[in-house]
C-alpha cells in the first residue's frame, strides 16, 4: 500500500537512533522486536515493531517513541522517534502524531482527511498526479526484502508498488530527486541533507556537541576550556594555567614576573620598572633616582624635587632639585608672586624696581603716572576724584547706586549738574562717560554699541583682527605691513620687509626649508628652566590651549602675540588654535586640524608632563615646547618598554622652528615629522624626515634633530 513521506522520514530517524541516541545500541528494527517477543521481526509491518504484543510505529507512537516502552510526556508528541513539544517545521499534529499535511494519505490537507484508494496527497488534496514542485518516486527499500510502499514479494524482493508523491525539499530518502537518499543521522533540508545531532547534544557549526561536556563547546557553542580545566556540567572546572601561574583577566600571568600582574591582577609596573619576586623594581637610566616604584628626575620632578618624596607646593615647579614659583611666561617670580615687570610699580623691568611717588610704570619704565586733574589710587589706577563715582572725593569711596559725582560729592542724579563732567565727558544718568570711546553711550547718551562692535571717535565700529591695528580708521596687518610695522605709521626703511611686525631685509618669506641633522641645532631642557609650565602629564590624548608669547611668521600666515595654539598629548601642535580631540592624524593633510607641526604625531600616552618655556630676552627669545616622557600606543594599550623625550623650538629672531629627539628607547613606531603648510597638500608642506622624501612618514633615532628655516 501507499505509505506518507512522514513515514519514511521516522524510519530513518529511527535507524539512525538506534545506533546513537542511547536508547538502543543494536543494528537493526529486527533487535527492537526481539526484546519484546521471540517472534519472528515480520509479523508487523515496517516502519511498525511489536511492542506488548502489538504493531506500533516507532516513529509516530507517543507510548513507544523511539523504541519499546519509551513514553512521551504529557503535551508531547512523537515525531521522528524523539519526544517533542511541537512537531518538526512542515508538519502538523493529527491527534498523538506528526504528519505532513502536503502528502500524508491519512491526513490530506487537515487531520483525519484519508484520501481513497488509487489516489495521492499532493499539495494537500487527494489527487491522480503530483502537484508541481512535488515527485512521483518510488518507495524505498529499507533493508533486505521489505519496502515502504508494500508487502514483502516471493524471494525477499519487495513487490510492484504505484510511485508516490513526495516533497523532495524535506524527503530524507529522495534529497533533492528520486532516490538520493540522506546518510543516517542527516536530514534533508532544503532538498540538501544535513547533520541531525542526537537527543542531548547540540550543533555547533557543522559538528555536534554534548555541551554538558565538551572541551570546546562547554555550556555554549564555542565555549573552550583552558589549559586543564575540564567541561563539567556544561561548566569549565579548575585551573586552566600551569603550576606557578594565575588566571587574571583571559590570560596566565605569573605573578612573581609579569610587570602587567606584579604580585596581584591587574598591579602594572611602570614603563622604567620591572616586576622581580612579585615586586615592582625601578629599572633607571642615568641621571634618574629610584623613587619607590617610579624613576624621577630630582632636579625637575614636583614629587620628588632635590629627593625622593619632597613635593613642591601647589603652584611650584622643581627647577634644580629646589622648589620654586612657577608663573606665565609674561610674568616674574618677586618676592614669591608673579608680576608683570612692564605694569608693576614695585617691579618696574625686574624684581624691587620700585617707581617714585606719582609714577607709574609703563613697558617695564617709571613715568608720569597720572593727568593732572587725576590721582594716583591704589592699584596703580587714576581716578579725577571731582567726578568718579567709584572714587568720589577720595580713593574707592563709591557712590551709591543713582547718584551721581559732582565736585568730589555724592549726589542725586537729578540734582546732579551736567557741566560737572569734565571734557570730552558727559554726564550721563549717574556717571560721567566719555562718548568718543565708551561702547554704551557711542556719540551720545544710550547709543550703545552691539556686541560685536567698539566705539572709536564717538562711532560703532568693527574691531580690527587680532594681530592687525586701525590705522586712521582702516585695519591693516601690523606683522606685514612695511609701511605700519609693529605700530601705526612706522615704515620700514627701503628694501626691507616687515616680518612679524619688525623690519627686517630680503623678501617676505612664505615656506619652509629642511636641513636634517643641523650641527647648530641643541636640546634646551625647558622643564627646568625658569617658569616653565607643566600641562598634560599622565594624559592620553588631552590637549592644551597655550598662547603664542610673540609674533611669529609661519609660512603665508602671521600668528599674533597671544595666537591661541593646540598642544597635544599625541605630539603636535595645532596653529590654528582649534581643539581637535583626536586620536590619530596624518599629515600633510586638507582635514582638520590644520597648520599642523607634527614633531612626533601619533598615537601615544604621555609619562610625564609637558613642559612649555619661554627662554632668552627679547627680540632673541626662544619658546620650547618639550614631551619630557612618551610612550608609545597601539590599539591594546601604551607599549611596554617604550619612551621617548623630543620637542619644537621656536625662535623669535631668526623666525626658525627646531626639532630635537635626545631620548628614544624602544621598539618606537613610525609617525608624522614636519611642518604642513596652510593648503594641507604635500607640495605646499616640509617633510623631517631624514631620508630625502616628501613623505612626513618615518622614525627617529636617539640624538636625531632637524632645523625648518623659513625662506622667500
Do not use: K
Amino acid at each position: 500500500m501507499l505509505r506518507p513521506i512522514r513515514t519514511l522520514a521516522a524510519v530513518a530517524a529511527l535507524l539512525a537512533a538506534s545506533c546513537t541516541d542511547g536508547v538502543r545500541r543494536t543494528n537493526d528494527l529486527d533487535a527492537t522486536v526481539a526484546e519484546d517477543t521471540p517472534g519472528n521481526a515480520t509479523e508487523c509491518t515496517l516502519p511498525e515493531v511489536l511492542c506488548s504484543r502489538r504493531c506500533v510505529n516507532p516513529a509516530t507512537d507517543r507510548g513507544h517513541c523511539g523504541g519499546c516502552g519509551i513514553a512521551c510526556a504529557a503535551g508531547q508528541v512523537c515525531a521522528g522517534g524523539r519526544c517533542d513539544t511541537a512537531c518538526p517545521e512542515g508538519q502538523a499534529r493529527c491527534g498523538d502524531r506528526c504528519a505532513v499535511l502536503a502528502t500524508d494519505r491519512l491526513h490530506c490537507g487537515m487531520c483525519g482527511a484519508v484520501c481513497p484508494a488509487g489516489r495521492v496527497c499532493s499539495m494537500g488534496r487527494c489527487a491522480l498526479a503530483c502537484a508541481p514542485m512535488y515527485l512521483a518516486c518510488d518507495a524505498p527499500v529499507l533493508d533486505a526484502g521489505v519496502s515502504d510502499a508494500g508487502d514483502v514479494g516471493e524471494g525477499g524482493i519487495a513487490s510492484p508498488t504505484e510511485p508516490y508523491c513526495t516533497d523532495p525539499r524535506i524527503d530524507e530518502f529522495n534529497c533533492g530527486g528520486c532516490g538520493a537518499r540522506c546518510p543516517p543521522g542527516n536530514l534533508c533540508v532544503g532538498g540538501a541533507c544535513a547533520l541531525s545531532c542526537v537527543r542531548g547534544q547540540t550543533m555547533c557549526g557543522a559538528t555536534c556537541a554534548d555541551l554538558q561536556t565538551s572541551q570546546q563547546h562547554c555550556g555554549a557553542c564555542g565555549t573552550v576550556c583552558a589549559g586543564a580545566q575540564r567541561c563539567m556540567a556544561g561548566r569549565c572546572e579548575g585551573s586552566p594555567c600551569p603550576t606557578g601561574q594565575m588566571l587574571c583577566g583571559a590570560a596566565c600571568a605569573n605573578l612573581r614576573s609579569n610587570a602587567e600582574h606584579c604580585g596581584l591582577c591587574g598591579r602594572r609596573c611602570g614603563d622604567q620598572s620591572t616586576c622581580e619576586a612579585g615586586a615592582c623594581v625601578p629599572n633607571c637610566r642615568r641621571a634618574y633616582t629610584a623613587c619607590g616604584e617610579v624613576c624621577a628626575d630630582t632636579t625637575v620632578d614636583i614629587r620628588h624635587c632635590g629627593m625622593c618624596g619632597r613635593a613642591c607646593p601647589t603652584g611650584q615647579s622643581c627647577v634644580g632639585g629646589a622648589c620654586a614659583l612657577v608663573c606665565p611666561f609674561d610674568r616674574v617670580p618677586c618676592d614669591g608672586a608673579c608680576v608683570d615687570p612692564t605694569t608693576d610699580p614695585r617691579h618696574c623691568g625686574g624684581c624691587s624696581v620700585v617707581c617714585g611717588a606719582g609714577a607709574i610704570c609703563t613697558g617695564g619704565a617709571c613715568g608720569q603716572s597720572c593727568a593732572p586733574e587725576q590721582t594716583r589710587c591704589p592699584g596703580g589706577t587714576c581716578a579725577n576724584l571731582r567726578v568718579d563715582t567709584r572714587s568720589c572725593g577720595a580713593c574707592g569711596l563709591a557712590c551709591a547706586p543713582e547718584h551721581a559725582c559732582v565736585a568730589g560729592l555724592c549726589v542725586p542724579v537729578a540734582g546732579a549738574d551736567a557741566a560737572a563732567c569734565p571734557a570730552p565727558s558727559v554726564l550721563c544718568g549717574a556717571a560721567c562717560v566719555n562718548p568718543t570711546r565708551d561702547n554704551l553711550h557711542c556719540g551720545g547718551c544710550g547709543r550703545a554699541c552691539d556686541a560685536s562692535r567698539l566705539c572709536m571717535g564717538g562711532m560703532c565700529v568693527a574691531p580690527c583682527p587680532l594681530g592687525q591695528l586701525r590705522c586712521a580708521g582702516v585695519c591693516l596687518n601690523g606683522l606685514s605691513d612695511p609701511s605700519n610695522c609693529g605700530a601705526c605709521g612706522r615704515a620700514c626703511p627701503s628694501g626691507q620687509s616687515c616680518v612679524a611686525g619688525r623690519c627686517a631685509m630680503g623678501l617676505l618669506p612664505t615656506r619652509f626649508t629642511a636641513t636634517p641633522s643641523a650641527a647648530d641645532v641643541t636640546f634646551v631642557d625647558a622643564c627646568a628652566a625658569p617658569g616653565a609650565q607643566r600641562y598634560l602629564a599622565m594624559s592620553n590624548d588631552g590637549e592644551q590651549t597655550l598662547r603664542m608669547p610673540f609674533a611669529f611668521r609661519y609660512w603665508t600666515v602671521d600668528l599674533a602675540e597671544q595666537a591661541p595654539i593646540t598642544l597635544s598629548a599625541n605630539g603636535w601642535l595645532g596653529l590654528n588654535g582649534m581643539p581637535f580631540g583626536g586620536a590619530s592624524i596624518s599629515t600633510p593633510s586638507t582635514s582638520a586640524p590644520a597648520l599642523v607641526v607634527a614633531v612626533h604625531a601619533g598615537d601615544l600616552e604621555t609619562t610625564a608632563p609637558v613642559c612649555v618655556a619661554l627662554v632668552g630676552t627679547a627680540p632673541r627669545r626662544q619658546w620650547v615646547i618639550e614631551w619630557s616622557g612618551v610612550a608609545e600606543r597601539l590599539s591594546t594599550g601604551p607599549v611596554a618598554g617604550t619612551n621617548l623625550v623630543f620637542e619644537v623650538i621656536f625662535t623669535e629672531d631668526t623666525g626658525t622652528i627646531d626639532f630635537v629627539y635626545p631620548t628614544v628607547t624602544g621598539t618606537v613606531s613610525s609617525r608624522y615629522h614636519g611642518l604642513e603648510g596652510p593648503t594641507g597638500l604635500s607640495t605646499g608642506s616640509v617633510s623631517g624626515c631624514a631620508a630625502s622624501t616628501s613623505s612626513h612618514f618615518c622614525s627617529v633615532t636617539a640624538g636625531y634633530r632637524v632645523r625648518f628655516a623659513p625662506a622667500s
